[in-house]
């Protein structure tokens, strides 16, 4: 009676083994790790012209659509990673290169990967993409923008009329400037200024009535790769962001809405819905240590304060459902 005791253990053991081990090679990854070792991730799809390439890694939850003689891992840049270089989940509809030995997976298409540097090629498994990757940088992109604007630690240089507006950033370790999209328009050139101690500045940027966001050829943001690594810009509420002009940061989130470079090149890792690359995006890469928002090493910055009122409505609300449950 015990050998069949053994031999019906042994079997479901096995069978749970096997059953957990597409679940094991899955990984997830941190929103620090994921923009820093991917220069483009998206949730859907990636469209372009020919012209298109990108330095890092590609992460794409959707098809890769872009025209023929795109680049991806052009420069072989982005932090050490465990996954592939390019990963796209869905089709790779028209001839795209892979360089610098770069390894790809894609979910079909995969004849149309030329593979440059003897890198290899995949079938795409639910075990090849860092586990929701989505809904972790989504949630972080929401984390920043709750945050209330560092208003005392941040000053603006001369007039919003001025051709180049720049702003100095001292005496807090993360520093938030909020931003409405008119705000930008009326913008030309950007540049920071961050004081001894000044770790990270996030740009929250919001929508308001329109939610097409072209920046302009006039708007830039072109600075050193040593401030604008400790650059986060966080697009909040867009449909659409347009880039029609250089644009430098450590990261670009854009949570929801398709991002476009029209002309110019985007020096940054970008998060997005969906996004259309006429032009170059290129690697720019975080400075080091945790960001905002991931880490209590360094104090955090205040949340937006409740709408005056708010916490009376919540009071009263919260007295209701304890009369409630006590009459039920």
Not at 13 to 33: D, H, K
Not at 150 to 168: E, F, L, V
Not at 175 to 201: K, P, T, Y
Request: no cysteine.
């Amino acid at each position: 009676m015990a050998r069949p005791s053994f031999t019906k253990s042994l079997f479901l053991s096995i069978v749970a083994v096997a059953a957990s081990a597409p679940l094991a090679q899955a990984a997830s990854l941190t929103a620090g790790e994921l923009l820093s070792q991917y220069n483009l991730i998206t949730t859907g799809d990636v469209t372009g012209n020919g012209g298109f390439h990108v330095d890092g890694r590609v992460l794409v939850g959707g098809d890769w659509l872009a025209g023929p003689s795109t680049v991806v891992y052009m420069n072989g840049k982005g932090a050490e990673s465990g996954f592939a270089d390019a990963i796209i989940a869905g089709d790779v509809a028209q001839p795209t290169h892979v360089n610098n030995g770069g390894d790809a997976v894609a979910g079909s298409g995969r004849d149309n990967l030329n593979m440059n540097g003897g890198g290899s090629k995949s079938s795409y498994t639910a075990a090849s993409a860092p586990t929701g990757y989505g809904t972790v940088l989504g949630d972080y992109a929401q984390t920043l923008a709750g945050y209330a604007e560092t208003s005392a630690n941040i000053t603006r240089q001369g007039s919003i009329h001025d051709p180049t507006n720049t702003y100095d950033v001292a005496g807090v370790e993360i520093g938030v400037l909020s931003l409405l999209e008119s705000d930008i328009r009326a913008d030309r050139d950007m540049n920071f200024n961050l004081g001894a101690g000044v770790e990270w500045l996030v740009v929250n940027v919001t929508a308001t009535a329109d939610k097409i966001f072209s920046l302009g050829s006039a708007f830039k943001a072109q600075q050193s790769a040593s401030i604008a690594s400790k650059v986060i810009w966080n697009f909040v509420g867009f449909d659409q962001v347009i880039f029609d002009a250089q644009f430098t940061a450590g990261a670009i989130l854009a949570q929801g809405a398709e991002v476009v470079t029209n002309a110019g090149n985007i020096e940054a890792s970008v998060f997005s819905d969906s996004f259309r690359g006429l032009s170059e995006l290129h690697y720019v890469g975080l400075a080091n240590g945790e960001l905002p928002g991931t880490t209590t090493d360094m104090t955090q910055p205040a949340p937006v304060p409740l709408p005056a009122g708010m916490p009376l409505l919540l009071l009263g609300l919260g007295v209701f459902g304890v009369v409630a449950r006590r009459r039920a």
